[in-house]
């Protein structure tokens, strides 16, 4: 994807994400295409090209990805391979494990002693399928992804993260590799280091997450099995609403068990789209 056609996306998903909303609303009667692109100020033939170009699906074939029922299915599916057998059950193309090219380092306490004071932090706003994105990094690697909906208020969130550290406002190779994974080559990626502050609990549950699917979903409930720690739902839960690596750490891929998508730190229907957007790439690819 060029950068052109990144900038784009990224512009139209103001609108893509409005439409989501609104059938998120009214998803007991999904309205017409008519109604969705009225909604968002198009005609029905520049609406159904315009999400079709972003999500590879017509609006109606994403709606499906988005239904609770599809949901509880995945659900199913996940529980029997997830975390055992899903290097051997053959996943190809967008359902690489995203484990194979993400790796996590925990900051010493050394780096991060009073609050990152040793720690020099390049940090830009850059493109994403989903809206603009804040990446930071040390040299060692990705500290800190957010989606931007006020760069404000994701510049307070990120000096709230590390106020001692230098940030230095400078994009660098490492931040345009972030962009690759949108592009969904996953031939093609190379391996990107991150590098976070985090507890022994919250590192495990991050793990965890690294290894659900793209096009795959999980529970709170998994997550404790799969790190070993039953009884610790709540504090995945916590861990999760932590997590300071937006989609490269796959928290919007953990979802209640009765279906529903459930809360994202970075908005209900964001969550829904990158849902929905996974699950229409995995498809497409899976019938390949």
């Not at 609006?59 to 975390?83: G, N």
């Not at 995203?98 to 040793?118: A, Q, R, S, W």
């Not at 991150?194 to 709170?220: C, D, M, N």
């Not at 809360?263 to 790439?281: C, S, V």
Request: aromatic share 10%.
């Amino acid at each position: 994807m060029s950068r052109k056609s990144e900038i784009q996306f990224s512009n139209d998903y103001a609108r893509i994400e409005k439409a989501i909303h609104f059938l998120r609303a009214n998803f007991k009667s999904p309205p017409s295409l008519e109604e969705l692109a009225n909604h968002v100020h198009l005609s029905s033939f520049h609406f159904q090209r315009l999400f079709t170009d972003w999500a590879g699906v017509s609006p109606k074939q994403f709606i499906q990805f988005t239904r609770i029922e599809y949901a509880k299915k995945i659900l199913q599916e996940s529980a029997q391979s997830l975390f055992e057998t899903a290097f051997e059950t053959g996943l190809s193309g967008t359902s690489r494990l995203h484990d194979l090219f993400v790796k996590i380092e925990g900051m010493t306490p050394g780096e991060y002693k009073n609050g990152g004071e040793n720690l020099s932090i390049e940090y830009s706003f850059e493109e994403s399928l989903f809206g603009k994105i804040l990446v930071a990094s040390t040299h060692k690697g990705i500290c800190a992804i957010s989606f931007v909906d006020d760069e404000t208020s994701s510049m307070d969130e990120l000096k709230k993260r590390y106020p001692n550290a230098k940030l230095e406002n400078k994009s660098n190779p490492i931040h345009s590799q972030v962009s690759a994974i949108f592009q969904n080559n996953y031939d093609q990626l190379p391996e990107i280091k991150l590098h976070i502050h985090a507890s022994e609990f919250q590192l495990k549950v991050w793990e965890a997450l690294l290894k659900i699917p793209s096009g795959r979903l999980s529970t709170y409930g998994q997550i404790a099995e799969q790190i070993k720690n039953p009884n610790a739902s709540r504090a995945v839960g916590t861990a999760i609403g932590s997590n300071p690596i937006a989609f490269l750490i796959p928290c919007h891929r953990v979802i209640q068990s009765t279906g529903n998508t459930g809360g994202y730190m970075w908005g209900p229907d964001r969550k829904a789209a990158i849902l929905g957007w996974e699950a229409a790439k995995t498809e497409t690819s899976e019938r390949l």
